[in-house]
């Protein structure tokens, strides 16, 4: 199994809400990581888990919020958006996060549309 | 600075032609080069990924390529079909870099027509 799986596909929310968006993978791979992609850009790293630890965050609003609660599963809590948080989030997750070499696989992405 | 251009931005081609997307990088010192397809709003999906001793790697219609010396890579779609239509992004990742040493290019979007 080579899948990463996200929940919800898609998700508006007004920029008072709460949400989460989730992300699960089953192949044993102890790096998780959150992108976020605008339309026709690359995907931004935003964070990378560890070994269920948090290992880089690249600067990002307290707005979001990760969370790891185990070594398969991967949250992202969502507080206060603004309109311009609106992007696809990607999930990705490899073998190890200390190599270059690993193949990142990444899941389909949540589409967040905040109003 | 590490980068990754690619070219062209666009590219539309007829059914059963055949294209080749192109990627310059300036990552040091070089691990190695990854192609994805992204189709809209979807998440990417390897095609392929090779090290510096490699100069050449296929995947079906797929055929990836790499000059380590000039740091190009192509990407060569034979035969193209209309599921083909997609952006597909070179990433190129830098050794010792880890997750944060990879550098994602802007990417080539694919339109094929019928």
């Known amino acids: 199994d080579t899948e990463v799986t996200q929940t919800p596909k898609h998700l508006v929310m007004g920029m008072t809400n709460k949400k989460s968006l989730k992300c699960e993978q089953h192949?044993?791979?102890?790096?998780m990581y959150w992108y976020k992609q605008k339309a026709k850009k690359p995907p931004e790293l935003m964070f990378v888990y560890s070994y269920e630890k948090l290992s880089i965050n690249e600067s990002v609003p307290s707005r979001f919020s990760p969370e790891c609660p185990n070594s398969s599963l991967l949250n992202l809590h969502l507080h206060a958006l603004q309109p311009e948080d609106s992007a696809l989030y990607l999930c990705?997750?490899?073998?190890?996060?200390?190599?270059?070499?690993?193949?990142?696989?990444f899941g389909p992405g949540t589409r967040l549309t905040v109003t | 600075k590490n980068q990754v251009e690619q070219s062209p931005q666009s590219l539309i081609i007829l059914e059963g032609k055949n294209c080749t997307l192109q990627?310059?990088?300036?990552?040091?010192?070089?691990?190695?080069l990854r192609w994805y397809k992204q189709d809209t709003g979807r998440g990417p999906v390897s095609l392929t990924i090779m090290t510096f001793s490699e100069n050449t790697k296929s995947n079906g219609r797929y055929t990836a390529t790499l000059d380590a010396d000039t740091k190009q890579s192509s990407l060569h779609i034979t035969a193209s079909q209309l599921s083909d239509s997609a952006s597909y992004i070179c990433?190129?990742?830098?050794w010792g870099g880890g997750a944060d040493g990879l550098t994602f290019g802007k990417g080539t979007h694919l339109i094929i027509q019928p």
């Open positions: 192949m044993g791979h102890r790096a």
């Open positions: 990705a997750s490899s073998q190890d996060q200390g190599s270059s070499s690993y193949e990142q696989y």
């Open positions: 990627c310059n990088y300036t990552v040091s010192p070089f691990s190695n």
């Open positions: 990433v190129v990742s830098a």
